[in-house]
């Protein structure tokens, strides 16, 4: 087999990482830089093609090696056409063509999807879901991110919003959401609802990371805050579980860190809900790649688009 | 184009409906018989055989022009093996192999499937959600039936247990179901739970037809039965929307005879949860088929798997 190699870029609010890696998701090369100024297109442009050169320098590949690339963008994606369909993160890219624009800029092919399908593609192909056809993956952070990889590939759906678990409603009123829906699962478990629903439990303010290291120890209102987060995320679970049966669920962003002290009541709460001719079938796990699967799922992303099985 | 002919059949728990139907899914000719007696397989056997013949001599078709049959059954199927895997309705007949047995029976191949699932392909093909890739098709009942259309195919997961919808929670807590889950959506808007509703809010028992025939005229407190029904049934619904971006959500089943008294209030509720991006793209309306869904949808299945398109 001929090797070939693939830059998988992950574009973040703040940082953009960016990886060359081989057809098996090797990676030889990794990089990270500042997200800013991204909102010029020419100089986004220019960065990817200085990041290419970079990374096959550091790993002496030569850079006619490079197959395509793959970017994840934390926004809704046309990735049939490469086009961004909305992004808040950064000014100015609603609708706009992005595979096209950068055809000027670099010479091999480039695809685009949402940040959160690709970090699915990578657990699916080389994590936690991998040899599931049926997997569902989540990432627990400021928002709910999530998507689904159904039969074997990442299911987009007809208007390139697939998997958006986070804004299943879990309430028939409650807050209203950013995304314009009301009772979203976000509002109740994201990383500020977790951290209010703590200041309320606790009567004060105390960081996550000491909630999840209290209720690991033991401590009554630190699993309380957890238990809750978890009976919220089990309703969207289990509902997705009793619709489309999934064969595992991939937990991964930085309140999966909780650990256990999520894991355990999420679990129980899952099963309480799920059918029974599924309880017993489908497994609930943490991400295995953590911050690589972004850039390794775009890897993989241009891989498998250009066929490179 | 040669002419084809299918029959499709529609198992129930009380009555059997059956049909011959060309490949456009027209009817040539129809039949009903008693349920009864089907837990011996012999005899379900012998009558799937003796309606085949009664259907193509009504029709004046030759029983050799018959190119296959499908089977629809109130429970889920291993559709690729034709194997039953569970079965309420009809005693004995869990993890029984029925395309198998009838091969005994019958010289044409049958197809067996869930009902829902034939009835969201009937739909899908000749109904409300004709031109649709992606389609959530519901049946409001005694229980709450769901199939999933998704890239113009029948979804069936890993599990053959896709698309219930009726087992999505929406309670943390909330009654136990007969799925072995709590807090599902059937038990919040099937037949029953909406006629205790209608008890309690009207203070004595009131038939749902006559609830419905009220809400039509203004009747505030039948409005309100309605109105709390659809609030249940819009959080699974927009659930379901904002994770899978059905183009088309079809409502059929008794309960939905009810019409504008529920459909009005279910797409408001859908709207304030749906996703900004999916407000005004996704259509609610109400199936078109009533019950021959069921038996036009098993001939389909039986169309489309010996691929006669």
């Given at each position: 087999?001929?090797?070939?190699?693939?830059?998988?870029?992950?574009?973040?609010?703040?940082?953009?990482?960016?990886?060359?890696?081989?057809?098996?998701?090797?990676?030889?090369?990794?990089?990270?830089?500042?997200?800013?100024g991204?909102?010029?297109?020419?100089?986004?442009?220019?960065?990817?093609?200085?990041?290419?050169?970079?990374l096959?320098?550091?790993?002496?590949?030569?850079?006619?090696?490079?197959?395509?690339?793959?970017?994840?963008?934390p926004?809704?994606?046309?990735?049939?056409?490469?086009?961004?369909?909305?992004?808040?993160?950064?000014?100015?890219?609603?609708?706009?063509?992005?595979?096209?624009?950068?055809?000027?800029?670099?010479?091999?092919?480039?695809?685009?999807?949402?940040?959160?399908?690709?970090?699915?593609l990578?657990?699916?192909?080389?994590?936690?879901?991998?040899?599931?056809?049926?997997?569902?993956?989540?990432?627990?952070?400021?928002?709910?991110?999530?998507?689904?990889?159904?039969?074997?590939?990442?299911?987009?759906?007809?208007?390139?919003?697939?998997?958006?678990?986070?804004?299943?409603?879990?309430?028939?009123?409650?807050?209203?959401?950013?995304?314009?829906?009301?009772?979203?699962?976000?509002?109740?478990?994201?990383?500020?609802?977790?951290?209010?629903r703590?200041?309320?439990?606790?009567?004060?303010t105390?960081?996550?990371?000491?909630?999840?290291r209290?209720?690991?120890?033991?401590?009554?209102?630190?699993?309380?805050?957890?238990?809750?987060?978890?009976?919220?995320?089990?309703?969207?679970?289990?509902?997705?579980?009793?619709?489309?049966?999934?064969?595992?669920?991939?937990?991964?962003?930085?309140?999966?860190?909780?650990?256990?002290?999520?894991?355990?009541?999420?679990?129980?709460?899952?099963?309480?809900?799920?059918?029974?001719?599924?309880?017993?079938?489908?497994?609930?796990?943490?991400?295995?790649?953590?911050?690589?699967?972004?850039?390794?799922?775009?890897?993989?992303?241009?891989?498998?688009?250009?066929?490179?099985?």
């Amino acid at each position: 087999m001929k090797k070939e190699y693939f830059i998988g870029v992950d574009v973040g609010g703040t940082f953009t990482k960016a990886a060359l890696v081989d057809q098996k998701g090797k990676v030889f090369s990794r990089i990270q830089v500042s997200s800013r100024g991204f909102s010029q297109k020419q100089y986004f442009a220019r960065t990817l093609h200085d990041i290419s050169l970079r990374l096959a320098a550091m790993a002496h590949v030569s850079f006619d090696e490079i197959s395509a690339m793959g970017v994840g963008l934390p926004g809704p994606v046309d990735s049939e056409q490469g086009i961004i369909l909305s992004l808040t993160n950064i000014k100015g890219w609603n609708h706009f063509h992005l595979a096209g624009f950068l055809k000027k800029y670099l010479p091999f092919p480039v695809y685009v999807d949402n940040d959160a399908n690709c970090m699915a593609l990578a657990e699916s192909r080389l994590g936690a879901a991998r040899g599931a056809r049926f997997a569902l993956c989540l990432t627990l952070g400021t928002g709910v991110g999530g998507a689904l990889i159904l039969d074997n590939d990442i299911y987009r759906g007809p208007f390139f919003l697939g998997g958006e678990i986070g804004h299943m409603p879990i309430c028939v009123s409650g807050p209203r959401c950013e995304c314009g829906g009301i009772g979203c699962l976000e509002r109740y478990v994201g990383n500020q609802a977790i951290a209010s629903r703590a200041r309320r439990i606790f009567g004060k303010t105390v960081p996550l990371e000491e909630v999840s290291r209290l209720a690991r120890r033991g401590h009554a209102k630190a699993q309380k805050v957890w238990q809750e987060a978890a009976a919220c995320l089990a309703m969207s679970i289990a509902g997705i579980i009793n619709v489309l049966g999934p064969q595992v669920v991939v937990i991964g962003g930085g309140v999966a860190r909780a650990g256990v002290a999520l894991l355990g009541p999420l679990r129980r709460r899952v099963r309480q809900h799920a059918m029974r001719h599924l309880k017993g079938k489908v497994r609930i796990v943490r991400a295995a790649l953590g911050n690589d699967a972004g850039f390794l799922g775009a890897a993989l992303l241009a891989k498998e688009k250009i066929g490179a099985r």
